[in-house]
């Protein structure tokens, strides 16, 4: 049963995990690069560190006709709403906080996201920065509803919001087995809204950048640095909703719910490096023609479950 | 008292906001004023313990504001708006509407006797309200929305001046229908 | 020493790298000094603090690259690499001007001070360095029609110049009151348009006209050029495109090359160059991790013009993964497709492009010897496909998205130095 602790999990040990999952992220996706460019991996764990290091010394940049009010807010965004989208992931038996209406409130805050990358790209005055932006939207239009129906359908096996109660329904079979398509979806839909890995197009290298194409120094640092979080709460959540939370043998309920993010957190990036850009106006048709019918279709066979139940 | 505070603070911030939507000279930014003035309007209803409602309202407000701004590029393109416009059209009439109705409703805050409360608190308000709106009335909500889905689809069928004829030819034997860019399936 | 100091010592640089025609060896020497260093790549010079131009002198494309200059943030240091020879020892004495933190700050010092006497000249030129621009100085801007703005004593029943953009335009460009001083030369607007010559705007960039669309409602247009300067793009080639949101109405391909190279650098045989164009186009496409695998075989390649066994091995590993990604094919398939009178390495669409480029670096690896006299590409015929990718592109690009853009560029990956050395009075308009 998850309870509300802040006694054992305060949101500053949860902001101390965050980010060293975000930094092995980043590490990890910097190994695997080395690798493939034949160059030391072992040295390549330290790349994001060092990038952070020039980016701490370089200056902001200012553009021109830019917006810059709604530029900042939106580079600031994004790790603020990754952070707040983790208050409610359980650590084993304990969440920052575990409200009743925890799926719902995940689901609000990711869609931050869209306003930050929106807001990036819009406010910069550049047209990679436009173009990213407007990327994302299409992006999000199609990954939306199939994650939230992926969303759904696991707080529907449960018969509550409650994250904790999601956890509390997997004791006898993880939702990942019991659903699998939803599972998937959600996979697919976390890396969407990361936007990261194949769904890079909104910060894509054939749009110079694409919404990150402007920002420099700090506001850059703070980017990537959201970017990174995003992905890590994504995959965090993946373990309350599917692969029951801390359950398993041996070790303690928060070493599991450790190990599981960084399974499915390395899994993540893994796909990142194995796998290019997907280009949006390929991809709208699958999710609205293919991930919502699929979705649509899981949410009734679990209903019908849970009624036979 | 801080529950006081704190509607105090959002009651402001969303009128503040509301007339920032017709101050404001960029259309960006008045998406995003009229934005927070919809999620300060959320917070009233976290207040009342009508936690589910409350987050639905930012959720679909975000999602909401989103889609707006995918019109906005329909009217105007230039990177970060900053084109000095004037979202006004029908100053006094608009001005005229909009305090007439601020006058009525705040009139009606006040002067309508508002039942006392009777009994406790729900544990669980958001299944009582569900239960309220949809227990007698659930063929009617799920008539609204079908209808309103069907209302979405076929506006956006009749806006849009392609159709199957236009994709697959006038015997609709095409194998590949003819796109201006091709989607992801192939169909 | 200072915390500035200390982490500059500690950061990699990134560094923008711009080619100008006949670069080609430089810009490959560069690249493999990038690679093992483990320094990245910049995709804009936004982020990059080291400019490294490639090639000799070209006043062409001078003003591109003081462009991207001007628009990195610092602390910054540039380069020019001539030749393939000395590009580490160039890149260590910039990193090492980068390093110079009491240098750094001068310089620093010296651009702001630029950057608020321009503001004080109160018109910003389109630098990217006005110190404190919140965005807003559109605002305080006179207006050539004294229409004031919002908070202006009279009434806006009119619209001055460049704010017609107030949502009551319909789709169909049906404008209600609005004035007309339509002054420009060359465009056709049946009505609607709101011309802005001489109006000061936001950063002294232009307003956007507006032109009809795909689906017939009539959206601003803006005027982009793709190139000589960006990442990934073959160098010398500017795409001067009109854009639509993302789709592209209206494209122009220039070449940039001032200084005349006499030779080009693919006159040796191998695989490289068809492996230099795979990276290209695998960067592009959002796979960076095969891509830099893919300029790694370039350079083992081009080091060991008899591959040994590991290289050959890894070349074909990495042919193999390449081929067998599912999502590459599914993005590239069906774009840009040339089917009419074309020389032969340019027929098919993008996918058949790469594909066929694979074809030929296997080919010539996989039997361990020099590539067949059929497969061999002639710096002739390279001057040929050249000439005619870039009569092609503005009819391939016309109608697509820029992704699409970007991925049809560099499946055609013209070579135009080798267009320069056979056909050096050939310009395009």
């Keep these: 049963m998850v309870e509300s602790a802040p006694a054992l999990l305060s949101p500053l040990v949860l902001l101390v995990l965050l980010g060293v999952f975000a930094y092995g992220a980043a590490a990890g996706a910097a190994v695997l690069h080395a690798r493939a460019a034949g160059t030391a991996p072992v040295a390549a764990i330290a790349a994001p560190a060092r990038e952070s290091a020039r980016l701490l010394v370089q200056r902001r940049r200012t553009v021109p006709g830019a917006d810059t009010l709604l530029w900042r807010l939106g580079g600031a965004l994004l790790p603020v709403a990754a952070v707040l989208a983790a208050m409610v992931i359980p650590l084993g038996p304990v969440a920052v906080s575990d409200l009743s209406v925890g799926v719902v409130w995940f689901n609000a805050m990711e869609v931050l996201a869209w306003c930050a990358v929106w807001l990036l790209g819009w406010g910069a005055n550049s047209v990679w920065g436009l173009v990213g932006g407007y990327r994302f939207l299409v992006q999000g239009l199609s990954y939306e509803l199939p994650h939230m129906f992926a969303l759904i359908t696991a707080a529907l096996g449960a018969g509550s919001l409650r994250v904790g109660d999601v956890v509390a329904a997997q004791e006898e079979v993880w939702f990942a087995v019991l659903m699998p398509a939803a599972f998937a979806i959600y996979l697919v839909s976390a890396l969407a809204m990361a936007f990261w890995g194949p769904f890079d197009a909104p910060v894509g290298r054939d749009l110079a950048g694409g919404a990150a194409a402007e920002p420099a120094g700090a506001d850059r640092l703070v980017l990537l640095a959201g970017r990174y979080l995003l992905l890590t709460v994504v995959a965090a959540m993946a373990v309350p909703l599917f692969l029951g939370g801390g359950a398993g043998p041996l070790l303690p309920a928060w070493a599991w719910s450790l190990v599981k993010t960084a399974v499915v957190l390395g899994a993540l990036v893994w796909i990142g490096h194995r796998v290019p850009t997907v280009r949006m106006d390929r991809f709208t048709e699958v999710g609205w023609m293919v991930l919502i019918p699929l979705s649509l279709l899981q949410a009734l066979v679990v209903s019908v479950l849970v009624l036979v139940r | 008292m801080a529950e006081t505070v704190v509607f105090v603070v959002c009651a402001v911030g969303a009128v503040a906001s509301g007339v920032a939507v017709f101050v404001l000279d960029s259309m960006a930014r008045a998406t995003f004023a009229l934005l927070a003035s919809f999620l300060f309007a959320a917070v009233p209803l976290l207040l009342l313990g009508l936690s589910y409602l409350g987050v639905l309202v930012v959720l679909m407000m975000v999602m909401e504001m989103m889609v707006m701004v995918v019109f906005m590029i329909m009217y105007m393109m230039n990177p970060a708006g900053l084109m000095p416009m004037s979202m006004l059209h029908n100053k006094v009439g608009a001005l005229a509407v909009a305090i007439g109705t601020f006058a009525v409703l705040a009139a009606g805050v006040f002067l309508v006797p508002w039942p006392a409360r009777e009994g406790a608190v729900p544990a669980d308000p958001t299944l009582l309200l569900a239960e309220a709106i949809m227990g007698p009335h659930m063929l009617v909500m799920m008539l609204v929305g079908l209808v309103l889905f069907a209302t979405m689809v076929a506006s956006v069928v009749l806006s849009t001046p392609r159709g199957r004829y236009d994709r697959y030819g006038d015997d609709l034997r095409r194998a590949r229908p003819d796109d201006p860019i091709d989607g992801g399936l192939g169909r | ?429």
Excluded: Y
Excluded at chain 3, 11 to 34: K, S
Excluded at chain 3, 63 to 75: F, H, I, K, S
């Design chain 3, 1 to 429: 020493m200072d915390v500035t100091g200390w982490l500059l010592a500690r950061a990699r640089p990134c560094a923008f790298v711009v080619a100008a025609v006949g670069g080609t060896g430089a810009r490959l020497a560069v690249e493999r000094q990038l690679r093992e260093r483990g320094w990245r790549q910049a995709a804009a010079p936004g982020e990059a603090d080291l400019l490294v131009v490639c090639g000799s002198e070209d006043p062409e494309l001078a003003d591109a690259v003081e462009r991207v200059w001007a628009q990195m943030p610092g602390p910054r240091a540039r380069v020019r690499v001539a030749g393939s020879e000395g590009a580490a020892a160039l890149l260590d004495s910039a990193r090492a001007r980068l390093l110079d933190v009491d240098r750094q700050r001068r310089e620093a010092a010296e651009r702001d001070a630029d950057a608020r006497a321009r503001v004080q000249r109160s018109d910003g030129d389109g630098e990217h360095e006005s110190p404190h621009d919140d965005g807003r100085s559109g605002e305080d801007e006179h207006d050539r029609h004294g229409g004031g703005e919002n908070g202006s004593p009279h009434e806006r029943s009119d619209h001055s110049d460049g704010h017609g953009r107030d949502g009551d335009d319909g789709p169909d460009g049906e404008d209600s009151g609005h004035e007309h001083h339509d002054q420009s030369g060359g465009r056709e607007h049946d009505h609607g348009h709101h011309d802005h010559g001489g109006m000061s705007m936001p950063g002294g960039i232009p307003m956007a006209d507006r032109g009809p669309d795909r689906d017939g409602l009539r959206l601003d247009r803006l005027h982009v050029s793709l190139g000589p300067a960006l990442a990934d793009w073959p160098a010398g080639l500017c795409l001067r495109l009109i854009l639509q949101g993302d789709v592209v109405q209206e494209a122009k391909a220039v070449v940039v090359c001032g200084s005349a190279t006499p030779s080009t650098f693919w006159d040796v045989p191998g695989p490289a160059a068809d492996l230099d164009s795979a990276q290209r186009l695998l960067a592009v496409a959002g796979w960076p991790s095969a891509a830099v695998a893919g300029r790694r075989w370039r350079d083992a390649l081009l080091t060991e013009p008899d591959p040994s066994e590991p290289t050959r091995r890894g070349v074909l590993r990495w042919l193999r993964r390449v081929r067998r990604s599912r999502v590459l094919r599914w993005s590239t398939g069906g774009l840009g497709r040339i089917t009419g009178p074309a020389p032969d390495p340019l027929l098919g669409d993008v996918t058949d492009r790469w594909s066929r480029r694979l074809d030929r670096v296997e080919a010539a690896v996989g039997t361990s010897g020099m590539p067949s006299r059929a497969e061999r590409d002639t710096s002739a015929g390279r001057a040929e496909a050249a000439e005619a990718a870039v009569d092609l592109l503005p009819s391939l690009v016309t109608g697509q998205e820029l992704a699409a853009v970007r991925l049809i560029v560099a499946s055609l990956d013209p070579d135009l130095a080798a267009l320069r050395a056979h056909a050096p009075g050939r310009t395009h308009g």
